[in-house]
C-alpha cells in the first residue's frame, strides 16, 4: 500500500491535472479547504492531512480514499481525539477498538516523548539566541 505522498501525485498526474485543479475539485466535494498549497505539503511530505481531507481528495480523483495507507490512521486519530468527539465518545470508541490490549512500554513512550521535547527545546533556544541578539545591550548608568 502506498502512502498518500507516493499515490497523490500518480493519481493527480493520471488525470493530466495540476494541483490547483486538484484543489478545486476537491473543494468542490467539502469546502473545508484543500488549497494547492496543502496538496504541495502532502506530495511533499511535510504536511499530514486529515481524514477529512484524505476523503475529499480521494474523491475528487474518483478512487477509495483507503488507497492512502494513511487514512485507517487518520480515522482512528480522529476518533480517538477528545476535542473532536468529546472525552466520553473517544474512551468509547477506544474500548470498541481493542487498543488498549496493545502493550506499549514505559520507556518507548519516554523515547519517543523526549525526541519530540528535544526539537521544541532545542527551536526555543535557537529563538532566544535569536532575541539575543537582536535586542540592543543595555548601558549601565
Given at each position: 500500500?502506498?502512502?498518500?505522498?507516493?499515490?497523490?501525485?500518480?493519481?493527480?498526474?493520471?488525470?493530466?491535472?495540476?494541483?490547483?485543479?486538484?484543489?478545486?475539485?476537491?473543494?468542490?466535494?467539502?469546502?473545508?479547504?484543500?488549497s494547492?498549497?496543502?496538496?504541495?505539503?502532502?506530495?511533499?511530505?511535510?504536511?499530514?492531512?486529515?481524514?477529512?481531507?484524505?476523503?475529499?481528495?480521494?474523491?475528487?480523483?474518483?478512487?477509495?480514499?483507503?488507497?492512502?495507507?494513511?487514512?485507517r490512521?487518520?480515522?482512528?486519530?480522529?476518533?480517538?481525539?477528545?476535542?473532536?468527539?468529546?472525552?466520553?465518545?473517544?474512551?468509547?470508541?477506544?474500548?470498541?477498538?481493542?487498543?488498549?490490549?496493545?502493550?506499549?512500554?514505559?520507556?518507548?513512550?519516554?523515547?519517543?516523548?523526549?525526541?519530540?521535547?528535544?526539537?521544541?527545546?532545542?527551536?526555543q533556544?535557537?529563538?532566544?539566541?535569536?532575541?539575543?541578539?537582536?535586542?540592543?545591550?543595555?548601558?549601565?548608568?
Open positions: 500500500m502506498d502512502s498518500i505522498r507516493q499515490k497523490l501525485p500518480e493519481l493527480r498526474k493520471a488525470k493530466g491535472w495540476s494541483r490547483d485543479r486538484l484543489s478545486h475539485e476537491a473543494f468542490a466535494i467539502d469546502q473545508e479547504g484543500t494547492g498549497a496543502l496538496i504541495t505539503g502532502i506530495e511533499r511530505g511535510t504536511r499530514r492531512p486529515s481524514a477529512r481531507t484524505m476523503a475529499a481528495l480521494a474523491a475528487a480523483l474518483q478512487v477509495d480514499p483507503r488507497e492512502f495507507a494513511e487514512y490512521l487518520a480515522l482512528a486519530r480522529h476518533v480517538l481525539d477528545e476535542e473532536k468527539v468529546g472525552l466520553d465518545q473517544a474512551i468509547e470508541n477506544l474500548e470498541e477498538s481493542n487498543l488498549e490490549e496493545i502493550e506499549v512500554s514505559l520507556e518507548e513512550i519516554k523515547r519517543h516523548s523526549h525526541q519530540r521535547r528535544g526539537a521544541v527545546a532545542r527551536a533556544e535557537l529563538a532566544e539566541e535569536t532575541v539575543q541578539r537582536v535586542q540592543p545591550k543595555r548601558r549601565s548608568p
